[in-house]
């Protein structure tokens, strides 16, 4: 579809913005990502299989930020880029279990099963330990709100955008942002406009351009409404 020049391209969260606050996805969202009329770019502390998936349902092409910047993906320029330490956030899941605790995902552990770049953790288990192991590595804990993640401190989902727009000859100030969590505010930081929705953490919404009086995928739908006619 021809982008129109009134509309930003879009560069969106999962977790706490497309969802409910069970992390259902909202059908609503679907005819918005699917009609917008410029790029779409999902960006998300999820493993790549995750927002792969939602374009394909979605009929969209694919280009995501996984992983919380880790794990970039460019569909229309076949380019897979990884960042990040891995074999350090191993180590910290390592040392995290030696000392009496547990990811907390089960046997089967499909939260980590597919990660490339981090290790997350269950937001039921202690996050003290977790962090002061993780900065022994020199590596930082990021709390989604749904889990936490084992991260390399040079990647975040900004230089991941910024990864996307050097493939495609754009530039991360063109994009309008939404999202919801601390993983978002660098993105929020380098995008034209960003708009965190109400149920967002602290962090994110001091650095959100504007906040949404809704929550959730509520929050998505009054974040775009402006351009949408």
Known sequence: MEADSDVPPLVVDIDGTLTD???AIDPRV?????????????ATGKAMPFPIALCEFLGIERAVVAENGGVVFVEAT????????????????DEYREAGHDLGFGRIDLANRWRETEVVVNIDQPLAPLERIATERGLRVLDTGFAYHVVDPSVDKG?????????????PAEFIAVGDSENDAELFDVAGESVAVANADEMALSRADRVTDASYADGFLEAVAPYRG
Do not use: M, Q, Y
């Open 21 to 23: 606050r069970h992390r």
């Open 30 to 42: 679907f005819p918005v990502l699917r009609e917008w009329p410029d790029r779409v770019v999902i």
């Open 78 to 93: 076949d380019t897979l880029r990884l960042e990040g330490d891995k074999e350090a956030a191993i180590r910290v899941a």
């Open 159 to 171: 230089r991941g955008l910024e990864t996307i727009c050097s493939e495609l000859d754009r530039t």
